[in-house]
């Protein structure tokens, strides 16, 4: 069972602003996807292999070239704040 | 016997001397202006993917095997979410349950005997950005970002708790150090900070099996800082215990400046990363012929090295931990040794003059002046009596400063031995006849003034008299 508290939780680890209202909500429907999970549960995975990715695929990997850059103009283009080369950002702790 | 026994474990980062990054081909070179060595990939921008490069998996590999680690056949790699701007992503790409290796060891010395200390796990990671602060990170009123380090490759080398004092967990560094750098995935350098640690550390009763609330100090950038951070760390909780308090499980920075160590945050609430498998990563295979390529490739490691040097050249088991310690010194030695066989001798002038000068300037061996090869010819010059010890010293000051060979220096400057017996004698005559009251006393049996006499005469020749020879002159005509 998923509680208001873990919803609490949860939002707090997302920086997730939520109303009483909304907290309500998401307990509810996080215990809805809970139950989805339960009925799954049912199924006997006695010997399934636990599943890393979903795709058929292993060993993807590169030389070690180095390329190219980003122009740094470019890359703090998006960011909403910044201080001459740097991002800036709000104090963390 | 002591009240309290010191449990540690130590958690060490060491960055991949790759040429370019774990997930894509930025450069991992160290420095560089602020957010220039970035791309879409590690600023974690929609729509890109990461791809492994495959050198970080052939260095984690070979950094594993010489920690004589188990490799994992079957491994993949895990997001760690946090909320902390150091990452682009809000998470790092990381190894959670299944690594590339675990179940290693080395072996440390301590006090008494070799103690076997296990490494848990050792994983591949990438590593953050950096943040810099006005003043510290609490008051700071906002903090700067460079990505420029975000996504170069990481080891991660977990120890198991079996270390039990803040020496012990130095010599288990020396040691770590000493074998990675060794098998050249990664330089080590502490004050780059391509070598990091963290430490959990706890105390309990002595004899006890249970383990104490522990706490992870951070922010330990060097060996002295490791041992100081670790010391304190024993007392405080020592003193909390015995005041009736107990340790809270905290995350807690060591303050170099004041010598203590401040708690960050508690980690009963943030220690929540909610790993999952990164879906932009497909799972590695690891096929057991590529590990035993690994495998043949790795140098004679320290241990090895170090027995080698007491067996081979007969010296002594200080000189060759010493010589060992790091790659480049035992190759610096052993190419002395190959045209100068007389290994106790070379090792004395490694260990002493050279060593010396080298910290003295800063300095390291591989960028020293002096070639192996032109120490060893002024060994050669010594040992042939061209040269006396003490001007051998001045020649070996002059060939750290201008790299020349001895022989060049020993003639431009004329240094050369006197061991002719009748330039010496002369000498000798003079001294004797000008200094009589040194001479009754060594007559009335007063040795010491023999040493001055000798003085004399080096002094009178510019210290190129055959010392040998200026004694036994001396004693005869006295």
Redesign the interface.
Known sequence: MISKKDVD?VA????LELTGEEKEMFTRQLNDILEHFRFLERLDTTDVQPT????P??????????????S?ED??ANCPDR?E????????? | MARYETVIGLEVHIELK???KIFC????EFGG????????VC?GLPGTLP???????EYAIRAALALNCQIAG?S?FDRK?Y???DMPKNYQISQYD?PIAEHGYLDIDTGGGVKRIGITRLHMEEDTGK??HQGT??T????????NRAGVPLIEIVSEPDLRSPEEACSYMEKLKAIVQYTGVSDCKMEEGSLRCDANISVRPAGSSKLGTKAEIKNLNSFRALQRALSYEVERQIEALEEGGRIVQETRTWDEGKGVTLS??SKE?AH?Y?YF?D?D?????IEKEWVEDIRRSLPELPDARRRRYVMEYGLPGYDAAVLTSTREMADYFEDCVASYSNPKAVSNWIMGDLARLLNANNQEITACRIKPRQLASLLELMEKGTISGKIAKTVFEEMFASGKDAGVIVKEKGLVQISDEGAIAAVVAEVIASNPKSVEDIRAGKEKALGFLVGQVMKATRGKANPELVNRLLKERI
């Open positions: 939780q707090l680890l997302g920086r890393a990715h979903v795709l695929l292993k060993n993807v990997l590169r030389e070690d070239w180095p390329g190219q850059h980003m740094r890359a703090l201080d080369d740097y991002f800036k950002v709000p104090r963390i702790v | 790759t040429r370019s081909d930025s450069t991992t202006d602020p957010n220039t060595h970035i791309c879409p600023l791809v492994v490069n495959k050198k970080v998996v079957f993949k979410n909320y902390y701007p299944l943040l810099v990170i609490t700071t009123p906002f903090s700067l970002v460079d990505y960050m945050r609430h929540d909610r498998p879906p990563l497909v799972p590695l295979v």
